[in-house]
């Protein structure tokens, strides 16, 4: 069983940055991939960013580009988001999530097998 925890979550305002942080713990942690997602309640999880464990290629999402960069420390198994000129449309739940099998869905929440518990990240205007 592996187990993520995300913290770095807080309230900011517009303009400012957060940087999140997933610490991954348990059985041998080698994952495919670790991603960042973000949900409203009552909507459905959205893709933020992901990286490939291994290679550290990263994918995002087109509302984060330029903003967001998901980067990993392998040897801390931490995967981390630092989220720049952060808006009012970023406020959400933010939560990471590991891949422990081989897949191009990247984006997809339901490619993922382990999540954290999620962090809060509101920004003001």
């Known amino acids: 069983q592996v187990q993520l925890v995300e913290s770095g979550g807080g309230l900011v305002q517009a303009g400012d940055s957060l940087r999140l942080s997933c610490v991954a713990s348990g059985r041998t942690f080698s994952p495919y991939a670790m991603g960042w997602f973000r949900q409203t309640p009552g909507k459905e999880r959205e893709f933020v960013a992901a990286a490939h464990w291994n290679s550290g290629t990263t994918y995002y999402a087109d509302s984060v580009k330029g903003r967001f960069t998901v980067s990993r420390d392998n040897a801390k198994t931490t995967v981390y988001l630092q989220m720049n000129n952060l808006k009012p449309e970023d406020t959400d739940v933010y939560y990471c999530?590991?891949?422990?099998?081989?897949?191009?869905?990247?984006?997809?929440?339901?490619?993922?097998?382990?999540w954290g518990q999620g962090t809060q990240v509101t920004v003001s205007s």
């Open positions: 999530a590991a891949m422990w099998h081989s897949s191009v869905l990247l984006r997809s929440p339901e490619e993922y097998r382990y």
